[in-house]
């Protein structure tokens, strides 16, 4: 797994040992953030009428499922656990989920946004609901880095798969 932060080879017996220099790293930060801004997302929508307008419902799907795999993933890589499961192309899977993130944070940014009306009769509910409108922006621009970030991850840097793979491994 080069590329990504951490890697160390970890025994396969052994208990996950937290890694708290991922944070640091740029794709672990980028998690972090994606963490924080999608549970602003998802809270601030939560706290308005959103049942009333069904627009919504699409925007509250989104912020919250991509909030929670994103929390897997960092528990995952926090915990080392992607090295356990070495025989998962963890690189691969993460550029996949923040790319599918990106483009349907986007199309929830642009749901948010258009049923975002200036003449709502709850004042709060505008506020929350232009707040969740940039936030959703926010969230899917710290996606879109993540998926270059972890796209030169799952590349290697100019090391190839099966090299990486093995290497990591033996």
Same mark, same amino acid.
């Given at each position: 797994?080069a590329?990504?932060?951490?890697a160390r080879?970890a025994s396969?017996?052994s208990?996950?040992a937290l890694d708290?220099?991922?944070?640091l790293?740029?794709l ?7 963490? @924080?801004?999608g549970l %602003? /997302?998802w809270?601030?929508?939560? =706290?308005?009428?959103?049942? #009333?307008?069904?627009?919504?419902g699409?925007v ?6 991509f909030?929670i795999?994103?929390i897997?993933f960092l ?10 499961f070495y025989? @998962?192309?963890?690189? %691969? /899977?993460l550029?996949i989920?923040? =790319?599918?993130?990106t483009? #349907?944070y986007l199309?929830?940014?642009?749901t948010?946004?258009a049923?975002v009306?200036p003449?709502?009769?709850r004042?709060w509910d505008?506020n929350r ?11 899917m621009?710290i996606y879109g /880095?993540?998926?270059?970030f972890?796209?030169?991850a ?6 190839n798969?099966a090299?990486?793979q093995?290497t990591?491994?033996?």
């Amino acid at each position: 797994m080069a590329g990504l932060p951490g890697a160390r080879s970890a025994s396969p017996g052994s208990p996950p040992a937290l890694d708290g220099s991922f944070l640091l790293s740029p794709l672990g930060g980028l998690m972090g953030a994606q963490a @924080v801004l999608g549970l %602003l /997302v998802w809270s601030l929508i939560a =706290a308005t009428t959103y049942h #009333l307008h069904a627009a919504y419902g699409w925007v509250m799907f989104v912020s919250l499922f991509f909030w929670i795999l994103t929390i897997l993933f960092l528990v995952t890589y926090l915990l080392q656990l992607h090295q356990k499961f070495y025989m @998962v192309p963890w690189p %691969l /899977v993460l550029m996949i989920s923040n =790319a599918v993130a990106t483009v #349907l944070y986007l199309t929830a940014f642009v749901t948010s946004a258009a049923a975002v009306q200036p003449t709502s009769w709850r004042q709060w509910d505008y506020n929350r609901r232009a707040a969740a409108s940039f936030f959703a922006c926010v969230t899917m621009i710290i996606y879109g /880095v993540s998926t270059f970030f972890s796209f030169r991850a799952w590349k290697g840097l100019g090391s190839n798969a099966a090299t990486s793979q093995v290497t990591d491994h033996v």
